[in-house]
């Protein structure tokens, strides 16, 4: 299995930035690739961007041009940088690999208008 840690959350004022960590241990020669997702308070889950083992990226129309996902290999982290964040981007953020059903605690992330 894979445990996983996000970290790097916080609050900022729109059109800040902030970047989101995930650190990944266990069965982690595994990981083929991870999803960043968050989930806002009375809304469900949502996907916001992927990484996958070849390095390209997909992004949800709401975040792509602001969001860039990114990895680090030999610290077995991956990264979310945000920037031009909007007050609809409040959520605590999560990072889960594509081939394990695996979640972390995540990180709050506040945007104040």
């Known amino acids: 299995q894979v445990q996983l840690v996000e970290s790097g959350g916080g609050l900022v004022q729109a059109g800040g930035s902030l970047r989101l960590s995930c650190a990944a241990s266990?069965?982690?020669?595994?990981?083929?690739?991870m999803g960043w997702y968050r989930q806002a308070p009375q809304k469900q889950r949502e996907w916001v961007a992927s990484?996958?083992?070849?390095?390209?990226?997909r992004y949800a129309s709401s975040v792509k041009g602001r969001f860039t996902v990114s990895r680090d290999n030999a610290e077995n982290k991956w990264y979310l940088q945000m920037n031009s964040l909007k007050p609809e981007d409040t959520a605590v953020y999560y990072c889960?690999?594509?081939?394990?059903?695996?979640w972390g605690q995540g990180t709050q992330v506040t945007v104040s208008s």
């Open positions: 266990g069965s982690i020669v595994g990981i083929r690739g």
């Open positions: 990484i996958f083992s070849d390095d390209s990226t």
């Open positions: 889960k690999p594509l081939n394990f059903n695996s």
